[in-house]
């Protein structure tokens, strides 16, 4: 986008748009902090229910089963939050772009344009962590936990899970694996929308 003197009609167009960006990014985001909530009590209501039981006495096969139904919900919501998360990124950086380059928001109340400030390394750092890598590291160990859990049932009640080095790699493998592929993912998303405004013109140079 670049900033163009629209006619009145394509200002207010603009600012319907704009609008309605906003609002959906808000609905993305009760969404994403609803369904969460609501994930968190259910998967406390089993653990809760399971704490009440012996759990020696829990048939192998029934603990099993609830934690593969736990892992699948989480995995779920993994996927779920993913979708509505970069949703939001992406309404919220358009709903800005229409206030920087159609309606002529000064750059002073812009997020967009402030990244680039001169700050001091750990700053950039917590500007660049947004909420959405929090939900996302969240169901990224739900998923991992649970899925590790699907093991450690399986063997014998006698033997101490803390010493068993398979929990720990199953539990780390999961956990890089989901993390890797929500960062990769994700960069590939933020990329394919800013190319969309911020292109730069390819050097004919190869260096």
Known sequence: MSRVNDSPDERESFQELMKEYWQHARHQEWQRSTFTATFTVAIGAVIGFMSQEDLSKIAPYTGMLTMSFLTGLSLVGYFVIFKWSSMM??????????ALDKLGMSDKYSILAHNDLNNPKFIKFVDKFRASH?????YSTMTSVFATAIYSWSQPIDQSIFFDWKIYLIFFL????????????NGKIVKGIKSR????PKSSSKN
């Open 197 to 200: 405004f911020d292109e730069k």
């Open 174 to 185: 999961i956990y890089g694996s989901l993390l890797t592929f929500y960062f990769i993912a």
């Open 134 to 138: 929090t939900f996302m590291v969240y």
């Open 89 to 98: 990124w992406k309404l919220n950086y358009l709903a800005e772009k229409i």
